[in-house]
């Protein structure tokens, strides 16, 4: 049995058969000896914890069992004892989003499956984890872990030519995997910058010729009503309303493109007074709508101010609006607290409610669950939702049942002094 003091990898893996290919790509017994494979999110996350000695690094796969790796993720991310622990998601090439959410979270790295030593050996070259690259004797390992990490930053006139050709290759290595991530960088720059020209572009272009059409629906209606039969009026009326929403839809468009890239200043957040703000503006715009409200006290976040609003206001507009046809209509805003320092905030409902299997299209752009006839919306509320509480690394789920209304969960860092008092 291992000592913990003697565990360097941590293999977060649920399948027996990818956890058998990661070891034997890492290789060698003397590597897999100081290797401690665990099945679910929840085991890795009590072994971290346990531990004074932490392991050097995470492999971690995304989709497991109870805890999946996002969620683990966001833990480790949280705690200030494992803040900077090197994490390595594994994932198949199915799972783009699930990277970008990885990376958005604070992964340091991915690499594809089925592992293989050499992406491997690129990746931890890239993290400086020299140490993984060398296949040593057990009782050396510690030995080799320090002479590698000097020969990085030292010379040393008495090292033999293997090792001079071995410490090159690896600066090499480095070198190129650092000139690969500054293109990269660069070139996401420049993505960024296009695609905020082409979002006010669209601004411009698109919504002078939709204000153009709703202005003659309108003049239409008002001065030439009386020349036009119902089904002509009602033809008229169908136009305007397209353009509304077409409107509706770029503002929308808009708004994803502002929440994706807008600065993020962290501060301390008080969300029940922002929470109440939004409960009384909704009020004020519809006073006759009797909706009974339940925010805790107490919820304080650590998060970007703007962001969090615009996630929060969505949830709740979103609850308002899917509870305008249930006769006592309840919306409550609350937090779960976790040991590892994050809240789980959620907006609970008893509005119309989803269907679970259809959950995963809730936060794509322009998916719907109900008919337009039903609830109108231009299916990029939760979308937008998604992405804030994403630039915030937390991540946002839902869970629901039709006619028994919807629970939005999403998670946040507690600020200092704050509590996580809920409702649930």
Known sequence: MKNVEDIEILLVEDSPEDAEVVIRALGKRAL?????????????????RAQESHPKVVLLDIKLPKVDGLE???????????????????????????????YRLGANSFVSKPVKFEEFAQVASNLGLYWLLINRPLERWSAAVDATRAVMTTQQPSRS?????????????????????????????AVTREMQAFAYSISHDLKAPLR?????????????????DDQGRARLARVAAGAKLMTKLVDDLLRLARVSNAPVKIQRVDVSAMAREIVGELRENEPGRAVEFSVADGLVASADAQLLRIALNDLIDNAWKYTGKTPHARIEIGS???????????????????????????FIPFQRLHGASEFPGSGMGLAIVKR?????????????RP???????????????GTTRGTS
Not at 38 to 44: E, I, Q, S
Not at 82 to 96: G, K
Not at 403 to 417: H, I, L, M, Q
């Open 388 to 400: 804030a509480i994403g630039r915030l690394g937390g991540r946002v789920w839902a869970e629901g």
């Open 212 to 228: 153009c059409i709703s202005g003659f629906c309108e003049a239409l209606l008002e001065e030439d009503a009386a020349r036009l």
């Open 403 to 417: 006619g028994d209304g919807a629970t939005f969960f999403f998670s946040v860092p507690v600020a200092a002094g």
């Open 161 to 189: 030519d293997g090792r001079r050709k071995e410490d090159f290759e690896l600066r090499r290595l480095n070198a190129e995997l650092e000139q690969r991530v500054a293109e990269r960088t660069a070139e996401l720059e």
């Open 336 to 362: 779960t607290p976790r040991p590892d320092g994050t809240a789980i905030c959620f907006v609970r409902d008893n509005g119309a409610g989803f269907e679970m299997e259809y959950v995963g299209k809730l």
């Open 32 to 48: 897999a000896s100081r290797l401690k494979w665990v099945k679910d999110g929840a085991a890795a996350l009590d072994f971290v």
């Open 72 to 102: 683990v993720l966001t833990a480790v991310r949280a705690d200030p004892r494992t803040r900077s622990l090197p994490i390595v998601v594994m994932t198949s090439s199915t799972q783009e989003e699930d990277v970008a959410e990885a």
